[in-house]
């Protein structure tokens, strides 16, 4: 999954170049409900800031299922030990804690997000 | 069914893997120094919220408020306030001081609650300080220096007691990961260390009273910055700054004053040993560029930067930033990686500083699960100390690794 950071807060100042760009592994648009949502043109903050809270399973979540659920094997640091074996992180967990990290340095900025 | 166990961190974790399930859990400590004999006192609620098939479990921590650790106004009916646990106390000493100095009623209620006032933000702060230990709060760093540290290749880093306290130079690390980073721990850190151990046994010795809470913002000293020095030590070439034996003579310990002979500049004596340890060694190696003092005491950050030392100050964010509470896990841009905490190093961080801590579940099914994690459990031996290993309980059904 790859989320835009994009100067301006209108889809014309968007256009005018990339702030930044982040690669995200193993999260699957599909599987969270913000689906729908993302794949439409760049979000503002306020609305980040809302799909960061709301982001969920697209279906009642069952780690019994962990194939169709899990981003599987993503490498997670542990803070206190600084070593960490691949963990299986909800999808829509995931995507909602990179949102927040975007929320944390852009947030007060004016900046789209384009997340697909 | 109960269980104990004395285990380190990693025991704790692989043992007692599977035994948070997900639901609703409160956290509480129990600290003899200043609660009567089994009570405990709400920390906060955590909301467990899914378990992965490995165990591990992503939870939400709300604190609880500092009203409500005060007064227990808008909380849970079984979480108890500091107001309900000493009043007794309060009641008892109310009496004598009157009996003695003739105080008024209002006067002795005035100063009860004043000292609730300072234990709510004590512990508040302890938890706020927690938290960005175990990475689930980060720092924001203020700067001091011509250049950006963006640009540098290279820091020397010299951390002082409150960010050994913090563990700065692992958020330093994740903030600036193309760093290399070379860490300076100062004498005068050290010695403090020793001083707080010694004048915490002494107090830890005394029956509980209210006004020992204050032992709470020190005990991190005596308990988290052996293994936090460790840590380093293990992970970064370290070095220990060192003073001349002239000026070391100038240390000031904790020692109370007797009569009228105050401790008057103790604080502002050893950050000053501190910055003269840093001019001698940048005189010494004939460097200044990359020498950075990390100090979360703003008046030494500001003094030391008069003095040209580059400094780097860690702003601490605020627990009541965070009304939905703080997510165990965590995103950074930076070095594009997910961090995680588990419950268990947030249990065993929080027994550190609150010496027993306890995780009961509310719901879920699991009702009457608990668990106890007591740092000074009563037959704790040395190799114990040095290993930080703890007395795990658990306790209820569930409570089966």
Not at chain 2, 28 to 51: A, K, W
Not at chain 2, 86 to 96: I, L, P
Not at chain 2, 207 to 227: F, G
Not at chain 2, 357 to 386: M, S
Request: with cysteine; hydrophobic share 35%.
């Amino acid at each position: 999954m790859i989320i835009r950071i994009l100067k301006g807060s209108t889809q014309d100042d968007a256009d005018s170049g990339e702030e930044e760009t982040i690669e995200v592994e193993a999260i699957d648009l599909s599987r969270t409900t913000a689906y729908e949502e993302v794949t439409k043109p760049p979000l503002t903050m306020p609305a980040v800031k809302l799909l960061a809270k709301n982001v969920g399973p697209i279906e009642p979540f069952d780690p019994g299922e962990p194939d169709s659920y899990y981003a599987r094997n993503v490498g997670v640091t542990d803070w206190r030990d600084g070593i960490g074996p691949p963990m299986d992180i909800p999808h829509y967990i995931g995507l909602r804690v990179v949102l927040e990290s975007i929320l944390d340095k852009y947030g007060e900025s004016d900046f789209l997000v384009k997340i697909g | 069914m109960t269980k104990s166990d004395l285990l380190t961190l990693h025991e704790f974790r692989s043992r007692h893997k599977a035994c948070f399930m997900p639901g609703t859990w409160v956290i509480e400590y129990h600290d003899r120094t200043h609660l009567p004999n089994d009570t405990f006192v709400s920390l906060g609620i955590m909301e467990i919220q899914e378990c992965t098939p490995e165990g591990e479990a992503f939870f939400w921590f709300r604190p609880r408020s500092r009203k409500s650790l005060e007064d227990g106004s808008k909380e849970k009916q079984d979480a108890l306030s500091l107001e309900e646990i000493w009043k007794s106390e309060e009641a008892q000493k109310g009496k004598k001081k009157k009996e003695k100095e003739s105080q008024s009623q209002e006067e002795i209620v005035k100063a009860a609650k004043q000292l609730r006032q300072r234990a709510a933000r004590l512990i508040h702060d302890q938890l706020a300080e927690s938290l960005i230990r175990l990475g689930m709060l980060k720092p924001v760093f203020e700067i001091q220096s011509p250049e950006s540290l963006d640009e540098q290749r290279f820091a020397t880093i010299i951390l002082d007691t409150n960010t050994l306290r913090d563990g700065t130079l692992r958020h330093l690390k994740e903030q600036f990961p193309h760093l290399q980073l070379w860490a300076i721990i100062p004498i005068v850190s050290l010695m403090e260390i020793g001083e707080r151990v010694a004048n915490m046994t002494s107090q830890a010795r005394s029956d509980w009273k209210s006004a020992a809470v204050s032992l709470l913002r020190v005990r991190p000293q005596a308990t988290i910055i052996p293994q936090e020095v460790q840590w380093i030590k293990e992970n970064y070439p370290t070095e220990t700054l060192e003073l001349a034996p002239e000026l070391l003579r100038a240390f000031r310990g904790y020692e109370q004053g007797k009569g009228d002979t105050r401790e008057p500049d103790r604080v502002s004596i050893n950050d000053r040993l501190i910055l003269e340890g840093i001019k001698d060694l940048c005189r010494q190696r004939g460097i200044s560029k990359g020498v950075y003092l990390a100090s979360g005491d703003k008046d030494m950050s500001r003094l030391a930067s008069l003095e040209g030392i580059r400094t780097i100050y860690p702003c601490r964010p605020v627990l009541n930033d965070y009304p939905d509470g703080i997510f165990s896990a965590r995103y950074s841009l930076k070095t594009g990686s997910y961090f995680y905490c588990s419950i268990h190093s947030l249990l065993w961080d929080l027994a550190h500083v609150f010496s027993k801590v306890r995780a009961r579940c509310l719901d879920g099914g699991q009702e009457g699960d608990r668990l106890d994690v007591f740092y000074y459990y009563p037959t704790k031996l040395v190799k114990a100390w040095i290993d930080d290993k703890m007395e795990v309980t658990a306790f209820g059904p569930g409570s089966i690794a």
